[in-house]
């Protein structure tokens, strides 16, 4: 049996990443079980390839806080077979609760894995090293808590054609007294961090050669997308942009970006080694033969200037966009 604890948006709504996470299980067991911690999830709207699904409710206030997930944890626990793999997609909230169980239940913890498959008696798990240059291949115990990394866990639709036993468990989860939900906050594009945004944008060269103020219309699409900014080595180096914002492989690399939106940037070895795991790439660049256009799934061959408005005035137009998993959930020890 593998467990598989199902990612939650706003402990509400199901995670694109949780089908992916659920695909991972099977490689390591034939029985799979989603377990889910929820403030008021639709159950009638479950469809989950698994083969049972466990559901806790904890209130709005409790569910933000890790403490109250392990207890709701340790109550499934005694329901199921001990020493069996938990998966979880890595989140800070998901990141927490692992390492809480790992301490719980002394069971071997392995963060940010890539991809792991099960070999007789053990698991073998993959997983990147030094900022994404190399890889590391490793074994580890049947029954170990794995964080996947995000990045590896692609999109799957969601095609269920078989009957899954659901168990809905109302349970007693007594409130950690010791740790209080404050508030939850969404952080604007300035405060969000370029390695756990959903959709970044880049500056680069191109953009310094601009005209007038070179990131006023760049800072209002980042307002509109809730977007931090970021950019090339140049950029960095012509003062675009401060130093830990810069991209690449002698920077950061956006492994939880959906978007990335690279703006005067030509593309080099080294930028485009920061952005491998984004999954969508759209490029801005008034020079047609840059390197950035081969990586691009969208690429704009226009001075910025000119293009910037018109994309904030479709975005505006469509009004849809958001990036609601920008957001930070503080608590505090009373």
Not at 53 to 69: G, Q, R, T, V, Y
Not at 75 to 86: D, H, I, P, T, Y
Not at 102 to 111: R, S, T, W
Not at 123 to 145: D, F, M, N, R, V
């Amino acid at each position: 049996m593998t467990v598989c604890y199902i990612p939650l948006l706003n402990g509400q709504q199901i995670k694109p990443s949780a089908l992916g996470l659920l695909e991972q299980a099977k490689k390591l067991n034939d029985r799979v079980i989603a377990f889910i911690v929820h403030c008021g999830i639709n159950e009638g709207n479950l469809q989950l390839d698994c083969d049972e699904i466990h559901l806790i409710e904890l209130s709005e206030e409790m569910w933000p806080i890790a403490s109250n997930h392990i207890a709701a944890f340790e109550k499934f626990q005694k329901n199921c077979m001990k020493g069996e793999a938990v998966l979880f997609s890595a989140s800070p909230l998901a990141n927490e609760i692992a390492a809480g169980l790992a301490l719980k239940l002394d069971q071997p913890i392995v963060n940010k894995v890539m991809e792991a498959v099960r070999k007789e008696q053990h698991l073998s798990i993959k997983k990147e090293i030094y900022g994404g240059k190399a890889c590391l291949y490793e074994e580890i115990a049947l029954g170990s808590i794995i964080t996947y990394d995000p990045a590896f866990l692609p999109n799957r639709k969601n095609d269920v054609n078989k009957e899954v036993r659901k168990f809905h468990q109302i349970m007693n989860i007594t409130a950690n007294k010791d740790i209080k939900f404050i508030e939850s906050k969404k952080l604007s594009w300035e405060e969000v961090s370029l390695t756990e945004a959903t959709c970044v944008i880049g500056v680069g060269r191109g953009v310094y050669q601009g005209s007038g103020s070179q990131l006023k219309q760049i800072e209002e699409l980042a307002k509109i997308l809730n977007a931090p900014i970021g950019g090339s080595k140049v950029a960095d180096e012509l003062k675009l942009i401060p130093r830990e914002r810069r991209i690449g492989s002698s920077g950061v690399s956006l492994d939880k970006a959906d978007i990335y939106i690279a703006i005067g940037i030509s593309g080099s070895s080294q930028h485009l080694a920061g952005i491998k795991n984004v999954k969508h790439v759209l490029a801005i660049n008034n020079d047609a033969a840059a390197p950035i256009f081969k990586r691009a799934d969208l690429g704009i061959v226009s001075d910025y200037e000119a293009a910037i408005p018109l994309l904030i005035e479709i975005i505006k137009e469509k009004s849809g966009v958001k990036n609601s998993e920008n957001t930070s959930y503080l608590e505090a020890s009373v």
